[in-house]
């Protein structure tokens, strides 16, 4: 299968017109305030110290196993059946949409409700489980700009835009492949280092190409 086939034609193919057309979506836009918020917030508050880098690097640790399990257990969570009735969700249901139409970009972004209900409880963990205030901005304010490049990069492997380099190359490919070759690997989008870890990232050629990369196997609703 082809990691380039029905590419959109008015899809931006320069990182500039990229650029533009990212910054027109929600997501981009209320990331980029809410980092602007709490990196005047930090400054602020002051107190630098050793332990900000230190935060700051576990929280770059643990992020290619987050992305991981986000991407395995709640983007591609299969509804299921209890006492006769079937449960799913509003974030797997559009992950499913993006699948099977993978070079549709407005429909690729995290959604704005999605932040409104997972930053609260990051702030309140951060603020709850740090000693100081600052370490605290400091934790929130990196998680946003990693998730800003989540977007970013998420968003850049699905327009025509061509890797220049190496670093892009790998993730360009490693999502392409998860769309185009099999949705049972290459879970990592913007960090790979789970992928290779927890045994997701096979060589190509060890793996068939599944015939439900577009629906990840669940048909979808009839007025879809």
Not at 35 to 53: E, H, K, P
Not at 139 to 151: D, Q
Not at 203 to 208: F, P, R, S
Request: charged share 15%.
């Amino acid at each position: 299968m082809s990691l380039t086939a029905n590419e959109s034609p008015d899809s931006p193919d320069t990182l500039a017109a990229a650029l533009r057309r990212f910054v027109t979506h929600a997501s981009p836009r209320f990331l980029l305030t809410a980092l602007a918020i709490t990196l005047a917030a930090r400054i602020a508050t002051g107190a630098w110290s050793a332990a900000d880098a230190i935060a700051v690097g576990l929280i770059l640790a643990l992020w290619p196993l987050q992305e991981w399990l986000i991407h395995v257990f709640m983007l591609h969570f299969e509804p299921i059946t209890l006492f006769g009735r079937t449960l799913d969700f509003e974030v797997p249901r559009s992950h499913r949409v993006h699948h099977r139409r993978p070079w549709d970009l407005d429909i690729l972004f995290i959604p704005l409700q999605g932040y409104f209900i997972g930053i609260p409880p990051l702030v309140l963990l951060a603020f709850g489980l740090l000693p100081t205030s600052g370490l605290a901005l400091t934790a929130v304010g990196f998680y946003l700009l990693l998730t800003l490049r989540y977007e970013w990069t998420h968003f850049l492997v699905h327009t025509r835009y061509r890797p220049r380099s190496r670093h892009y190359r790998r993730l360009w490919r490693n999502h392409r492949l998860h769309h185009c070759k099999n949705e049972h690997y290459w879970y990592g989008v913007s960090m790979l280092s789970a992928d290779t870890l927890l045994g997701t990232a096979p060589e190509l050629t060890a793996v068939e190409t599944s015939p439900t990369c577009r629906s990840l196997g669940i048909a979808p609703p009839a007025d879809a």
